[in-house]
């Protein structure tokens, strides 16, 4: 079955970029996403990718897909503290109904 | 809009008490997603509905829980009897039509069985 595998944690100093990793291994994987969980809070999607393209950028945030190798990243420049959260890395092969999610890593921000 | 509603925000009940947790998607929107957030075992998609059917629920645990949708603005979520590995955050999403893929995530509801 579908597998999404991310690091736990990441720590970086405000001002910093932050790099989030994803791999996956649904060669059949359409659609990538990355969500946004806040504490006490639901997800959010920040962006997501079709798998025909291999980068898209939005503002601070940009996301690089190589499918070769089965691996997506978030890069988020300028980090804030308002960036801590947990940041899910997801897969869908049919149109969205399925979605499979990674552990998500915690990404905490220093002042 | 109020985004997708999902009550109650907190549930603690005792070991083998029905409990029923219920949603409220975005209004347009046609399908529903119920999943269960732990730390043992992430995030799983538990059911799924395309316009108030159900169309996957492989993800259910077992028979103790059941989900409806009688219509397009409600669906529950029920877990009878509960038990104690049961606890864990529940989300509720919504999505506007087949073929988009964004789903929009409720608030959640934070069960505590013991």
């Known amino acids: 079955g579908e597998d999404v595998e991310q690091s736990l944690f990441l720590s970086v100093r405000e001002g910093d970029s932050s790099v989030i990793n994803c791999t996956y291994t649904d060669s059949s994987s359409t659609y990538l996403y990355w969500y946004k969980q806040e504490p006490g809070a639901g997800l959010q999607l920040l962006t997501y990718?079709?798998?025909?393209?291999d980068m898209k950028q939005d503002q601070r945030l940009t996301v690089l897909l190589n499918k070769k190798d089965k691996h997506l990243s978030l890069r988020i420049a300028d980090t804030q503290t308002g960036d801590s959260a947990i940041y899910f890395c997801a897969e869908s092969h049919n149109a969205g109904n399925m979605l499979t999610f990674g552990g998500g890593t915690r990404l905490m921000v220093k002042p | 809009d109020a985004g997708v509603i999902q009550s109650p925000r907190h549930e603690v009940t005792e070991m083998g008490q029905e409990v029923t947790l219920r949603c409220k998607p975005i209004s347009g929107h046609n399908s529903l997603f119920w999943y269960r957030q732990t730390m043992m075992r992430g995030l799983e998609l538990l059911i799924y509905?395309?316009?108030?059917?159900?169309?996957?629920d492989s993800g259910m645990p077992e028979d103790r829980f059941s989900a409806k949708m009688p219509n397009a603005s409600f669906s529950t979520l029920k877990i009878q009897p509960s038990e104690p590995r049961d606890s864990a955050v529940y989300f509720c999403?919504?999505?506007?039509?087949?073929?988009?893929?964004?789903?929009?995530f409720g608030p959640g509801t934070r069960l505590t069985v013991t």
């Open positions: 509905f395309n316009n108030n059917v159900p169309i996957d």
């Open positions: 990718i079709f798998s025909n393209m």
């Open positions: 999403a919504s999505r506007p039509r087949q073929g988009l893929s964004e789903q929009y």
